[in-house]
């Protein structure tokens, strides 16, 4: 039988070495795969910066204020101390007779004021109705009732073109609702009147109507009409 002759050293040394280096790279495979029970983690993303959304104003709802009773107005508010006075004809709750000298030109002052006649060779403009009552009131009211308004001109020129008569009567005086006592120096006077407007070939028309006045005395003691409260 033949005899197989014996490995050399040299193949021995190399079989081993290349057994070692399988090892080391079996190991390194098996150190970075990764773990069956573990998933793979991901890069997380940075979050982006959130802006908060910008917030709504919405303005107070307007306080609506009450009166105390159910459909009773809240009272108006005016900028001057003047009383609150009868607005309307006839509106005296409480009538209290003025005294006989502050009546007696309060009801020369309204039935000058708001007569006129506007027949040929009579009136020639609105205004002197004002000039005639300019004898019962003060300078500056005067100079207020001549001021000439865009309504005063259409009146007039209706009354002229009817050839008509103006007259008011007065039907009633007092003290109004809400002002305070007539003094020695100082009034207030409510005048209920009725105009009646007579053209020249038509039938006469009449209204009621009111003006509250204000008189106070002149240096001489005479009452004077100072001002036309609400007018």
Not at 62 to 83: K, L, M
Not at 118 to 127: E, I, L, Q, W
């Amino acid at each position: 039988m033949p005899v197989r002759p014996a490995p050399s050293r040299s193949s021995t040394t190399a079989l081993f070495a290349a057994s070692a280096v399988l090892a080391c790279t079996g190991l390194a495979l098996i150190a970075l795969k990764p773990s069956a029970h573990r998933p793979p983690t991901r890069p997380v993303a940075a979050a982006a910066p959130t802006t908060p959304a910008p917030r709504s104003y919405r303005s107070p709802a307007p306080v609506v204020r009450q009166s105390t009773a159910p459909g009773t107005p809240a009272p108006a508010t005016t900028a001057s101390a003047a009383p609150s006075l009868a607005p309307v004809p006839g509106a005296f709750a409480t009538p209290v007779p003025l005294p006989a000298p502050i009546a007696a030109v309060a009801v020369a002052f309204t039935q000058a004021w708001n007569d006129h006649d506007a027949r040929p060779g009579h009136d020639t403009s609105f205004n002197q109705a004002a000039q005639r009552a300019a004898v019962y009131c003060t300078p500056s009211l005067t100079a207020q009732l001549s001021t000439s308004s865009a309504g005063a001109w259409r009146q007039w020129s209706q009354w002229t073109a009817a050839k008509a008569q103006v007259v008011a009567q007065i039907t009633r005086t007092a003290v109004p609702d809400g002002a305070p006592t007539p003094t020695a120096r100082s009034a207030y006077a409510a005048v209920l009147y009725r105009v009646t407007v007579t053209p020249a070939g038509g039938t006469p028309t009449s209204t009621d109507q009111t003006v509250v006045l204000q008189l106070q005395t002149d240096t001489a003691g005479h009452w004077r009409v100072v001002a036309l409260p609400g007018a």
